[in-house]
């Protein structure tokens, strides 16, 4: 399958996997990216002596690099009922595709964990040359869930307990309560958190602003609640507020957490632009 | 309501079921799914009557669907005044001594000449007049009841006219007595169940007075209640026309009974204010008969008796006629009708009424549903 968008996959924070990468890592080590100096000590390569220095200060002094890394990848992608209105899967399982293909090119590993109410399916990161193939299988046989509601708390807490660190990717509506997840995530009070996670908020078009619809009378059933409300739709310019008002408070508390999130509408022509922008901001914003 | 009620009231219970299917509708409505519904869309919810109209009108069209099966129905009640009309019941012997010739030198009977002035009567009372026809010889018959039709009237008395060899003629002459009291009690009972609704006597109870008019004169006379309070007889005559004797029972049937007494017959009468008038040709009356009819002190006088000689001419009959007329006075009737009154076709007429009305909010702009 080839992927439909180019995304380049740029973390925040420095990663901690062991697994040499292009990155460089958070921890000092055998990589290319210059981390100081510091003063010979006995047993250290003389290959490392940085010798202008040690001319200017007459005293041995050794280069330390930063540690080559690679970032786990984890895409948790949210196939719950409400995720199948329209063509908000199509676009997730586009965003999944894509950001698999953008990590496993540059060799950092990838894994997918698809999630309802619960956890559905666990791909854990790898970067074996396979690894895309399961994640696409993974995805076309996403299982016909007869969950209804979205729970993040589940596959978060799955994450935070298999892997040590990675650098997350939530794909979904995010129609559920996203009060606990202050309690879930690490990242809003550490300056290098573990786990690093990016929200996409994916969205039909009637969900980001009702167009085309005259005055009438609409039900309007929950696909994950089956809950019934009977709109007035005269107030089409107030359904819309709504709606807006509802999207940037999902923006509001995933901030809160450390989350940053970029929403995209399924009729949006600029996915591509819009998830690398996400992602190159994030890093500019690095301090 | 007078007269309320319904024709298939089971049906009713098929309102019962009117739960079940708003329950059905709520089920089976189209909802657009959607992938969530937040509580600050319940600003948004339409107001009552925009919420709840469908179930509105399918409630009231399954009512009138229902109720137009029950049909109900009530009575419609109708007033009718009748004033200044007088009931009159000519009685005419038809026996076979009506059948002598009037004169030596006349072709027409005794009979004939009665009729002649019973037309001319008829002829001579008012339109708004009520007039009966009863013959009788040993057996009474009605002829008409009380009518307007003077035409009706005309033709019946045409069938008895001896030349008219009517099956009628033939029976009535064939009986040779002169029961009087069968033929005034008849015109009695034809007044008594033409009063008003809530005057008018059933036919058991006209039989039952019967009983009491069976018996000697003087015995205590049972009058019905709704008679009583009718205060009827203001405008009510009977005319005996007769040239047989008049007296209280027939020979004939004295011993087997079951004749009502013409001095009982007189007395309820004058008891129900009925007026009562003789016109014997050449006939003899009774004195119990003559006795009865004089009035008393304390009592209003019942008619008059009227003997002439055989060879009375239509004039002399038209005199006595224009005398009676002078003593009726006038009576104001009212008539009170109930008529049934099914409700089926309006209320089906109601339900498509709706229905269309219900069309016509569905696609307006704002109650359509999307």
Same mark, same amino acid.
């Given at each position: 399958?080839?992927?439909?968008?180019?995304?380049?996959?740029?973390?925040?924070?420095?990663?901690?996997?062991?697994?040499?990468?292009?990155?460089?890592?958070?921890?000092?080590?055998?990589?290319?990216?210059?981390?100081?100096l510091?003063?010979?000590?006995?047993?250290?390569?003389?290959?490392?002596?940085?010798?202008?220095?040690?001319?200017?200060?007459?005293?041995?002094?050794?280069?330390?690099?930063?540690?080559?890394?690679?970032?786990?990848?984890?895409?948790?992608?949210?196939?719950?009922?409400?995720?199948?209105?329209?063509?908000?899967?199509g676009?997730?399982?586009?965003?999944?595709?894509?950001?698999?293909?953008?990590?496993?090119?540059?060799?950092?590993?990838?894994?997918?964990?698809?999630?309802?109410?619960?956890v559905?399916?666990?791909?854990?990161?790898?970067?074996?040359?396979?690894?895309?193939?399961?994640?696409?299988?993974?995805?076309? !046989?996403?299982?016909?869930?007869?969950?209804?509601?979205?729970?993040?708390?589940?596959?978060?807490?799955?994450?935070?307990?298999?892997?040590?660190?990675?650098?997350?990717?939530?794909i979904?509506?995010?129609?559920?309560?996203?009060?606990?997840?202050?309690?879930?995530?690490?990242?809003?009070?550490?300056?290098?958190?573990?786990?690093e996670?990016?929200?996409?908020?994916?969205?039909?078009?009637?969900?980001?602003?009702?167009?085309?619809?005259?005055?009438?009378?609409?039900?309007? !059933?929950?696909?994950?609640?089956?809950?019934?409300?009977?709109?007035?739709?005269?107030?089409?310019?107030?359904?819309?507020t709504?709606?807006?008002?509802?999207?940037?408070?999902?923006a509001?508390?995933?901030?809160?957490?450390?989350?940053?999130?970029?929403?995209?509408?399924?009729?949006?022509?600029?996915?591509?632009?819009?998830?690398?922008?996400?992602?190159?901001?994030r890093?500019?914003?690095?301090? | 309501?007078?007269?309320?009620?319904?024709?298939?009231?089971?049906?009713?219970?098929?309102?019962?079921?009117?739960?079940?299917f708003?329950?059905?509708?709520?089920?089976?409505?189209?909802?657009?799914?959607?992938?969530?519904?937040?509580?600050?869309?319940?600003?948004?919810?339409?107001?009552?009557?925009?919420?709840?109209?469908?179930?509105?009108?399918?409630?009231?069209?399954?009512?009138?669907?229902?109720?137009?099966?029950?049909?109900?129905?009530?009575?419609?009640?109708?007033?009718?005044?009748?004033?200044?009309?007088?009931?009159?019941?000519?009685?005419?012997?038809?026996?076979?001594?009506?059948?002598?010739?009037?004169?030596?030198?006349?072709?027409?009977?005794?009979?004939?000449?009665?009729?002649?002035?019973?037309?001319?009567?008829?002829?001579?009372r008012?339109?708004?007049?009520?007039?009966?026809?009863v013959?009788?010889?040993?057996?009474?018959?009605?002829?008409?009841?009380?009518?307007?039709?003077?035409?009706?009237?005309?033709?019946?008395?045409?069938?008895?006219?001896?030349?008219?060899?009517?099956?009628?003629?033939?029976?009535?002459?064939?009986?040779?007595?002169?029961?009087?009291?069968?033929?005034?009690?008849?015109?009695?009972?034809?007044?008594?169940?033409?009063?008003?609704?809530?005057?008018?006597?059933?036919?058991? !109870?006209?039989?039952?007075?019967?009983e009491f008019?069976?018996?000697?004169?003087?015995?205590?006379?049972?009058?019905?209640?709704?008679?009583?309070?009718?205060?009827?007889?203001?405008?009510?005559?009977?005319?005996?026309?007769?040239?047989?004797?008049?007296?209280?029972?027939?020979?004939?049937?004295?011993?087997?009974?079951?004749?009502?007494?013409?001095?009982?017959?007189?007395?309820?009468?004058?008891?129900?204010?009925?007026?009562?008038?003789?016109?014997?040709?050449?006939?003899?009356?009774?004195?119990?008969?003559?006795?009865?009819?004089?009035?008393?002190?304390?009592?209003?006088?019942?008619?008059?008796?009227f003997?002439?000689?055989?060879?009375?001419?239509?004039?002399?009959?038209?005199?006595?006629?224009?005398?009676?007329?002078?003593?009726?006075?006038?009576?104001?009737?009212?008539?009170?009708?109930?008529?049934?009154?099914?409700?089926?076709?309006?209320?089906?007429?109601?339900?498509?009424?709706?229905?269309?009305?219900?069309?016509?909010?569905?696609?307006?702009?704002?109650?359509?549903k999307?």
């Open positions: 399958m080839k992927p439909p968008y180019r995304f380049d996959v740029l973390p925040k924070h420095p990663p901690r996997n062991d697994m040499a990468g292009d990155w460089a890592g958070l921890d000092k080590g055998t990589g290319y990216e210059f981390w100081g510091r003063k010979y000590l006995p047993g250290d390569s003389w290959s490392r002596i940085d010798w202008k220095a040690c001319a200017r200060s007459g005293e041995l002094h050794v280069r330390e690099f930063l540690k080559d890394s690679a970032y786990n990848l984890m895409l948790l992608c949210d196939i719950s009922r409400s995720m199948h209105f329209g063509n908000k899967f676009l997730a399982k586009d965003l999944t595709v894509s950001l698999a293909h953008a990590a496993l090119r540059s060799n950092n590993p990838c894994g997918l964990l698809l999630f309802a109410d619960k559905l399916t666990w791909i854990p990161p790898s970067a074996a040359p396979r690894q895309f193939h399961h994640i696409v299988s993974a995805l076309q !046989q996403a299982p016909s869930t007869k969950n209804r509601k979205t729970q993040l708390a589940p596959p978060l807490k799955l994450v935070m307990k298999r892997l040590s660190s990675c650098f997350g990717v939530i979904s509506d995010f129609h559920t309560d996203l009060s606990s997840l202050k309690s879930l995530m690490d990242a809003a009070d550490q300056r290098f958190p573990a786990h996670m990016v929200a996409l908020h994916v969205l039909e078009d009637s969900e980001y602003h009702l167009t085309g619809v005259k005055d009438g009378l609409l039900t309007l !059933q929950d696909m994950e609640s089956g809950q019934q409300m009977a709109l007035d739709l005269s107030g089409l310019q107030e359904f819309n709504l709606l807006r008002l509802k999207r940037e408070r999902t509001r508390a995933l901030a809160g957490v450390g989350v940053d999130s970029a929403v995209l509408p399924t009729s949006a022509t600029d996915i591509q632009a819009r998830v690398n922008t996400l992602l190159a901001r890093l500019a914003a690095r301090v | 309501m007078p007269g309320f009620e319904l024709q298939y009231p089971l049906a009713l219970l098929l309102l019962l079921l009117a739960p079940l708003l329950v059905l509708r709520r089920h089976t409505r189209r909802k657009l799914p959607f992938p969530a519904i937040f509580p600050e869309m319940a600003s948004l919810r339409p107001s009552f009557w925009k919420r709840n109209y469908n179930g509105i009108f399918f409630s009231l069209v399954y009512a009138c669907m229902v109720l137009s099966l029950v049909n109900p129905g009530y009575s419609k009640e109708t007033v009718e005044d009748f004033i200044e009309s007088k009931w009159l019941f000519l009685a005419l012997d038809m026996s076979g001594s009506m059948k002598r010739p009037a004169s030596r030198f006349s072709d027409q009977s005794l009979g004939d000449l009665a009729l002649d002035g019973i037309t001319s009567f008829i002829d001579m008012r339109d708004k007049d009520y007039i009966g026809l013959a009788f010889s040993s057996y009474a018959k009605l002829l008409a009841p009380l009518t307007f039709d003077k035409e009706l009237l005309r033709a019946k008395l045409d069938l008895v006219r001896s030349k008219s060899h009517s099956r009628i003629a033939r029976e009535l002459g064939a009986g040779g007595g002169t029961n009087a009291s069968e033929a005034t009690w008849l015109c009695l009972s034809a007044f008594f169940s033409m009063l008003p609704e809530e005057n008018r006597l059933s036919v058991e !109870q006209i039989a039952g007075m019967r008019l069976l018996g000697e004169p003087g015995a205590l006379l049972d009058i019905p209640q709704k008679i009583r309070h009718a205060t009827p007889g203001k405008g009510m005559a009977v005319i005996l026309f007769t040239d047989g004797r008049i007296e209280p029972t027939q020979r004939a049937h004295v011993q087997r009974g079951g004749l009502p007494n013409l001095v009982n017959i007189i007395t309820l009468m004058k008891a129900v204010g009925v007026r009562f008038y003789i016109i014997s040709v050449g006939g003899e009356i009774d004195a119990a008969v003559e006795k009865a009819m004089q009035p008393t002190t304390d009592e209003p006088t019942v008619g008059r008796i003997v002439t000689s055989r060879g009375l001419d239509r004039e002399q009959i038209e005199e006595v006629y224009r005398e009676i007329d002078i003593l009726e006075t006038n009576r104001n009737l009212t008539r009170i009708t109930l008529q049934p009154r099914w409700t089926r076709w309006p209320l089906t007429l109601l339900t498509f009424g709706l229905m269309a009305l219900h069309l016509v909010l569905r696609s307006l702009q704002g109650l359509r999307l």
